[in-house]
């Protein structure tokens, strides 16, 4: 009964919603990297926590041999509600990391994604300082290269579109 106590009082603890409102509002990359660390780590100590829930199951069913009838509707009832929580935890445990890893998995996305088009605004005032030809045909290849810039600025603002997209995603 004790040991059933413990792991009861235990699995609350690892039911702990620290993920309650993630994605409706927007929260610190380093809150995410912490609460995926917790997360981590809960799920070891969930892992170690295991053998005292078979034992737990186990004993349980043991007792269950040798009650009477009044005593082992409450003791399935009991054992029932600590399965139920076990499996509800490593549900939790594991919907928790899922969720968290995608948005990590999205926070570098979008780091790429800004990285990327700093590199596109680098190349784009480079290649726009350069200095403008004074003969008419390196003015006509001139025109040329502007036109090219001029499309390589629209595709970079669809990546910035996309990015904004992704953002307001979260």
Known sequence: REMAEKL??????VSHLPLSGLGNIPVPLQQV???????????????RQQGSYILTVEAGKQLLLSADSGAEAALQAELTDIQEKWKAA???????????AFLLKDWEKCERGIANSLEKLRMFKKRLSQPLPDHHEELHAEQ????????????WTDDLTELMLVRDAQ
């Open 33 to 47: 990297r912490m609460l995926f660390d917790e997360v981590q780590f809960k799920e070891k100590v969930f892992l």
């Open 144 to 155: 040329m290269r502007c036109k090219e810039l001029e499309n390589a600025v629209g595709r």
């Open 90 to 100: 490593s549900m939790h445990l594991e919907e928790q990391k899922k969720k968290l």
């Open 8 to 13: 009861r009082k235990w699995l609350a603890e």
